[in-house]
């Protein structure tokens, strides 16, 4: 059984950073975040495989990345020039099996482990 604890949410005003952490006990395979804003869906916003290979959604590549300390087994995700849109609960998630396609980082039926979440305010 996989167990995830995020951390490193926050406030902070348009234009700023956050980092988040997850850190995983027991066997991951690839690792996610996603995000879910009031009534909206579930969304992914960027994942790593196994192999390091990383996958963004449009509305965050080039402002946030992706990566993974495996001596640890931390999943992080830096994200810079925020925007009030990223307001939102940011999840992370595992998975144990293995994905085919690269693009499965980001669509949350792909993972079964996910943490509590963590909030992320971003504010003008």
């Known amino acids: 059984q996989v167990q995830l604890v995020e951390s490193g949410g926050g406030s902070v005003q348009a234009g700023g950073s956050l980092r988040l952490s997850c850190t995983a006990s027991g066997y991951t395979n690839s690792m996610g975040w996603f995000r879910q804003a009031p009534g909206k869906e579930r969304e992914g916003v960027g994942g790593?495989?196994?192999?390091?290979?990383?996958s963004y959604a449009a509305s965050v590549k080039g402002r946030f990345t992706v990566s993974k300390d495996n001596t640890k087994n931390i999943l992080y995700l830096q994200m810079n020039s925020l925007k009030p849109e990223d307001t939102a609960m940011y999840y992370c998630?595992?998975?144990?099996?293995?994905?085919?396609?690269?693009?499965?980082?980001?669509?949350?039926?792909?993972?079964?482990?996910w943490g509590q979440g963590t909030q992320v305010t971003v504010s003008l």
């Open positions: 790593i495989d196994k192999a390091g290979r990383t």
């Open positions: 998630a595992a998975e144990d099996r293995g994905l085919w396609f690269l693009s499965w980082l980001l669509v949350p039926t792909k993972f079964n482990y």
